[in-house]
């Protein structure tokens, strides 16, 4: 194992079936060596900096039917709710109040959210405080959505690949959605000029550890500017209810072996991570992650986006998570920017 670290930290690249016996034979010498890798080389290129987004949920009105997803169409016990575009540009507005210089809209497929008024938002969010970043998270679109939203001034995309095998990705998702299509669209946002995010969730159902081998050797290829990875987590209202959730210990472990492959990639500590586990975005933070995401939606809105059982941040206001957040990065040594 320590031959594969080793390895892995000078050339920033193994074999499928090395990645695949890292993650299978793993123990907890490998966990801390990688760990301590994994931050050192972070150190070298972030300092003590870790990189702030704020989160706005837009809507959680979707039309597909994702198999994991608590958002999902077919989940008719979820509590539909959109913003209103002047609701999102206050949202940013009192997210820039508080410092944010990068604004993450995220929601469901909705219609709602056509080229014209998605494009709006980010044009007015991107007049009102033109130095800020504006993200999307708002799934697959055509190409041509893709091209007239970066022309409204979109600066960034994220849209996870969730499994970098097609079979697996068969078994998570409705037969309208495609492997294929997925990949277009990431393949479409980096020739567009978008930065663009993938990711995948740790543990999903009939992951195997080849799958995940799979994945780090699609990020290693693809070079992502950010990579979004978090335990699955089972939510009541879908098919995988009963299914298990992804561990701590195999995302932090996936989250160093990632820092190693691409250092100065971005790296959040997810909020799903925090979920499981009382400490877990620190410890995220402590494995090789660099960037925290608190949320920035309407109070009243936060526990309707709920993707997964248990979400945690979806009591506070804004300034509160901030804090919250800012403070338990100061506890292990960090500082947010
Ligand atoms: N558990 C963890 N993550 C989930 N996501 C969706 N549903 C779940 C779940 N049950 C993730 C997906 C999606 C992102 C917005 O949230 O990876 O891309
Ligand atoms: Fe959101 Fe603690 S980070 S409440």
Redesign the pocket.
């Known amino acids: 194992m320590k031959e594969l670290i080793d390895k892995l930290a000078a050339s920033h690249s193994l074999s499928l079936s090395e990645y695949e016996t890292l993650i299978r034979d793993r123990d907890d010498e490998a966990a801390k060596l990688l760990r301590k890798l994994a931050t050192q080389t972070c150190r070298k290129i972030f300092g003590n900096s870790v990189y702030v987004r704020g989160l706005i949920e837009i809507t959680n009105i979707c039309r597909n039917d994702?198999l994991?997803?608590?958002i999902r169409r077919s989940n008719t016990n979820c509590e539909r709710y959109r913003l209103t575009p002047a609701e999102i540009v206050a949202c940013a507005d009192e997210g820039y109040e508080l410092g944010f210089k990068t604004f993450v809209l995220?929601g469901g497929e909705d219609p709602f959210f056509s080229d014209e008024v998605l494009g709006g938002v980010v044009r007015e969010i991107k007049s009102r405080h033109p130095y800020c970043a504006v993200t999307l998270?708002m799934g697959e679109r055509s190409r041509e959505s893709y091209k007239f939203l970066r022309a409204c001034g979109a600066d960034r995309y994220l849209l996870?690949h969730?499994t970098a095998d097609r079979e697996h990705y068969a078994k998570l998702h409705p037969e309208s959605m495609s492997f294929d299509n997925r990949m277009r669209c990431l393949r479409e946002l980096r020739e567009l000029g978008y930065q663009v995010g993938c990711?995948?969730?740790v543990g999903s159902p009939f992951q195997t550890e080849r799958n995940l081998a799979q994945d780090l050797k699609f990020i290693e290829d693809f070079k992502p500017d950010m990579c979004g990875i978090?335990?699955?987590?089972?939510?009541k209202d879908t098919p995988f209810r009963d299914a298990t959730a992804g561990t701590v210990g195999l995302t932090c472990y996936l989250l160093s072996i990632i820092r190693l492959i691409y250092p100065s990639v971005l790296l959040p500590a997810t909020t799903?991570l925090g979920t499981i586990h009382p400490t877990g975005r620190e410890l995220g933070i402590m494995s090789g992650a660099n960037v925290v995401m608190p949320n920035l939606s309407p109070v009243n809105v936060r526990k309707k986006y709920e993707?997964?059982d248990n979400k945690i941040c979806t009591g506070e206001e804004s300034a509160q998570c901030r804090d919250c957040l800012s403070n338990r990065m100061r506890k292990i040594g960090y500082e947010l920017v």
């Open positions: 994702c994991y997803c608590g995220q998270s996870r969730e990711g995948f969730m978090g335990p699955f987590i089972p939510h799903a993707l997964y």
